[in-house]
């Protein structure tokens, strides 16, 4: 007999216990796949951040605005380059679920500090002549089938002087961000059409985003800026720009810390299912293993096919599942998760992970068959 097609057999010689514990399996490493993949998508927000750019956010919260009129004062503190200011805004297209960051902008100074925001100057300069209108970000466009010329109605939770909270953009132009096409699933804005129609907020900023001379001035400046405002009506916190990208993430809490546990939850509960069912499926099976042993089989190799078993049940399911995730990152990426995917040291953790389960679950039951007694296991002692 080979030995494979003995395994297989085995393996499903309770189909109905073997399918659904298969499907735990795939299950388990699905939600592992995904939630992994999603985590590496949030941590590569903070790649490729520049050490040159500060952020300048309230103290208070990164929610709280600033007033606009700092802005000068900033551009004075020694080893400030450049500054400017951004707005922000959140609305809906046609359905709730479309949620839309509108970022306000100065179209003047705001594409000198973000040279990676790629925008033909045509665009720019179409955006500076137009006050009601927007550079739109490449994947927004191709996700909704925008084009220049087209007028997008969002619905926001700001009141506009008409007593409507509906704004209206005109789409002048496109920008995209090749290095990181997360970054290019927002729509830019003139400030000005968001300060002089809004009713509330008249005069604050959501940030200023800051360019310092080299970045080994960076906490020197950082400090410099928030020692300007300290005991103002708003003081500031000055960050580097992974600093402030990790402050963001952490508005919803420590992401990594929420999804290792219910990982770690999910899989401690697979331990004991998996070994539950190999060892039940090998006290089910004694005598059949004695005889394998009569016609042959030695101790190891009896030992061996059980561990075989699990091996071949937990990283065939783990496999399937992981291959279930990678398919459903395209469809999370019409979810807002735009770049997300599985990265192969997910699939590798993975894949290990499995062959930790199949040795924890399947070695006491392997052992156990290992060392039956024929005379014994033939009485059904």
């Known amino acids: 007999m080979k030995f494979l097609p003995l ?23 699905l939600l592992f796949g995904l939630l992994q993949g999603a ?34 004062r900033i551009e004075r503190v020694p080893g400030v380059r450049q500054a400017t200011f951004i ?36 665009d720019r300069e179409a955006l500076l002549a137009t006050r009601t209108g927007a550079l739109v970000g490449a994947r927004l ?7 220049s010329g087209d007028r997008i109605p969002l619905k926001t939770p700001t009141v ?29 804005a003139n400030y000005d059409y968001l300060d002089e129609g809004r009713v509330l907020g008249k005069g604050r900023v959501f940030a ?20 300007e405002f300290t005991n103002s009506a708003d003081e500031t916190l000055t960050q580097d720009e992974k600093e402030f990208i990790q402050g963001q993430l952490r508005q919803i809490g420590d992401v ?51 561990l075989a078993e699990a091996l071949v049940l937990c990283i065939g399911a783990a496999l399937l599942g992981l291959a279930c995730a990678a398919g459903l990152f395209p469809v999370a990426a019409t979810l807002g998760l735009a770049g997300a995917r599985l990265p192969a040291t997910v699939v590798a953790a993975g894949i290990g992970i499995a062959i930790l389960l199949a040795l924890a679950s399947g070695l006491p039951p392997a052992r156990r068959a290992g060392r039956l007694a024929i005379v014994d296991a033939l009485a059904g002692r």
Do not use: C
């Open 7 to 29: 395994v297989w057999a085995s393996l499903w010689r309770r189909k109905v216990r073997t399918a659904f514990t298969l499907l735990s399996i795939v299950v388990a490493f």
């Open 39 to 72: 985590n590496a998508w949030i941590d590569g927000f903070a790649q490729g951040a520049q050490a040159n750019r500060l952020y300048v956010v309230s103290r208070i919260s990164q929610l709280e605005q600033l007033p606009k009129s700092y802005l000068p």
């Open 87 to 122: 707005g922000a805004l959140v609305g809906t297209y046609q359905r709730p679920n479309n949620t839309l960051v509108i970022y306000a902008i100065d179209p003047t100074h705001v594409f000198e500090l973000y040279p990676e925001w790629r925008v033909s100057a045509a």
């Open 141 to 147: 466009m191709e996700r909704y089938g925008w084009k």
């Open 160 to 188: 506009n002087q008409d007593g409507s909270t509906v704004w209206t953009f005109e789409i002048v132009g496109v920008y995209d961000v090749p290095t990181a096409p997360a970054d290019a699933d927002r729509i830019l």
């Open 208 to 227: 200023f985003v800051v360019a310092v001379d080299s970045p080994v001035h960076s906490a020197r400046v950082a400090a410099a800026i928030d020692a």
């Open 256 to 306: 990594g810390a929420i999804v290792n546990g219910i990982v770690g939850a999910v899989l401690f509960t697979l331990l004991f299912l998996v070994g539950n069912t190999l060892m039940q499926a090998v006290r089910e099976r004694i005598p059949e293993l004695a005889v394998l042993k009569t016609i042959g089989f030695s101790d190891a190799a009896v030992a061996w096919l059980v």
